[in-house]
């Protein structure tokens, strides 16, 4: 009877130590990748490739992602400021304003990054996106005075023309809420990327599932090793609005993805097809 007595409380003695160290993982997980902190890195200073591998960077889009800065403290914050615990969901979290309203979510976030990194280089042609009922916003056309306007109780959007706009960053921010408060998942696939082979995908590409609300999620990076094999990382956002994150893959508990795993990508919190992966057009 001792002896049983004995192996119960050393059992419990166990799975208290297992708690414990599974609480200290979660916790750590929400400030660091890999017992470092990030201390306003990017991606491509704060996460390694693999042995054997190369990064895949095919454009400028690609430089551009990688080099977007990450803040310090890997913690993911609810547009209320509210923070988003960390269960093995995320390694970093992009560096930027998502607002004080709920508008911030997956579509939104992918956007953003395109949008981004258009204007940031001067493309103000190729800012352009369309909401989900088929209403087409430009920001020249935002910068000359047009006014998305709902109308029959919000059914329908039709311009309405008011003053010139001051091209500067805040005027193109207030841009981006407009474009996030009426775009989404239904309406990137649908108009404004378009169908991408699984074995083609770059930096940059989105896996959309569209619906309401549907899922998508950014391809950030991609590396490449002799034998041609791909790994890839992620990054989304989600409901209600929060910041943008990268994924921790939820096999590996790394950031990295494999091609090969090509029936599901499977994520922490969405499962994804290889034929829901797309391509912004601009």
């Not at 500067?168 to 169908?195: H, M, P, Q």
Request: hydrophobic share 40%; aromatic share 14%; charged share 20%.
């Amino acid at each position: 009877m001792k002896d049983i007595k004995y192996s119960k409380n050393v059992l419990k003695l166990q799975l208290i130590t297992l708690v414990i160290m599974l609480f200290a993982l979660v916790a750590s997980a929400q400030t660091t990748y890999k017992g470092e902190e990030l201390k306003h890195e990017s991606i491509s200073t704060a996460f390694a490739v693999p042995g054997g591998y190369e990064r895949n960077n095919v454009d400028a889009y690609s430089e551009w992602l990688i080099a977007h800065p990450l803040k310090e403290k890997a913690e993911v914050k609810y547009y209320n400021g509210d923070v988003k615990h960390n269960n093995f969901v995320y390694a970093a979290v992009f560096d930027y304003d998502i607002g004080t309203r709920d508008l911030h979510h997956c579509a939104d976030a992918a956007i953003y990054l395109r949008a981004s990194y258009n204007y940031s280089n001067g493309f103000i042609d190729r800012l352009k996106f369309t909401f989900t009922n088929g209403y087409v916003t430009t920001y020249e056309e935002y910068l000359k005075g047009a006014n998305a306007t709902p109308v029959n109780a919000g059914r329908d959007i039709v311009t309405k023309w008011g003053k010139n706009r001051r091209d500067n960053c805040k005027t193109f921010r207030r841009w981006l809420d407009l474009v996030w408060s009426y775009a989404g998942t239904y309406s990137i696939e649908k108009y404004d990327t378009i169908g991408v082979n699984y074995w083609d995908m770059q930096p940059g590409d989105v896996f959309v599932t569209g619906g309401f609300p549907g899922h998508a999620i950014t391809v950030v990076d991609m590396a490449v090793n002799k034998a041609g094999h791909k790994i890839f990382m992620l990054a989304q956002s989600y409901m209600p609005a929060q910041e943008q994150h990268i994924l921790l893959n939820p096999v590996t508990l790394d950031v990295w993805y494999s091609m090969d795993d090509m029936n599901y990508i499977n994520t922490p919190e969405f499962v994804f097809e290889p034929s829901d992966l797309r391509r912004f057009i601009l």
